[in-house]
């Protein structure tokens, strides 16, 4: 991470990189989706995610470390960093996504946020690539910037009216602490919304009960498979 994009995380609980993914990267993503058949999207929170992806195409699996976001992993969960749990989420519009939730307050120690000695460390750290364009005030990421670091629980009416929608470009990954209050808006774009979240924990943590199945293991590259590890202390080999 740069200072400039470190300095925007700390105070912001998030950090957005543009144009990550290219063009073909982007249309080679939104076809791997439409082979899936996934579901027409409803309005219950879960017909609007689907998992079980990562064995399905490789594109989705290079994402695990993309060399554009694989420094902030390392950088925010340390280098016994894993893979905790990934999903996509297809919205069709007028649709709500998952409302203001998270936060740092009450703790939760597997989404922790702190600063030590100049060095970032959070719990649950999310990774969210666009596949399309979320044009600003048509919905998508929603979060109430440093509620991270906050030391008041977050009350309801107060965060409805501090929270902003992220604007983001079809190939644009948005980073955020999952001690950052957040959540979807209401989809207002003209078409499906398409996203992929890749969470990872520090390397002695969970959030999920996911379990890497043995086929997506051995379909991953060695760098990856270090990332599927489960979580542990002793045994943990790191990242590189």
Not at 3 to 17: A, T
Not at 111 to 134: K, N, P
Not at 205 to 212: I, R
Not at 213 to 237: A, D, F, Y
Request: net charge neutral.
């Amino acid at each position: 991470m740069t200072p400039e994009e470190r300095y925007r995380f700390d105070i912001q609980g998030y950090l957005v990189r543009r144009g990550v993914l290219s063009s073909g990267d982007i249309e080679a993503l939104n076809v791997a989706v439409d082979v899936l058949g996934v579901p027409e999207p409803g309005d219950d929170i879960m017909s609007q995610r689907f998992g079980n992806h990562l064995t399905a195409a490789r594109r989705f699996r290079d994402l695990i470390d993309h060399e554009r976001v694989f420094d902030i992993v390392l950088e925010l969960c340390g280098h016994n960093a894993r893979l905790d749990h990934a999903y996509g989420i297809v919205m069709r519009p007028g649709t709500r996504g998952l409302g203001l939730h998270g936060g740092g307050k009450p703790f939760d120690p597997a989404q922790y946020y702190t600063v030590d000695g100049g060095s970032m460390r959070s719990g649950l750290i999310a990774v969210q690539w666009a596949l399309v364009d979320h044009v600003a005030g048509r919905g998508g990421f929603l979060c109430v910037p440093g509620s991270h670091k906050a030391n008041f629980p977050t009350p309801a009416q107060v965060a409805d009216e501090m929270a902003i929608e992220v604007p983001l470009g079809a190939g644009d990954v948005v980073v955020f602490t999952e001690a950052l209050t957040h959540g979807t808006a209401a989809w207002r774009g003209p078409n499906q919304r398409r996203t992929l979240l890749y969470k990872y924990s520090p390397g002695n943590s969970a959030w999920s009960h996911e379990l890497w199945p043995t086929q997506l293991v051995e379909m991953c590259t060695p760098r990856q498979r270090l990332l599927l590890q489960p979580p542990s202390v002793g045994s943990h080999r790191p990242v590189q």
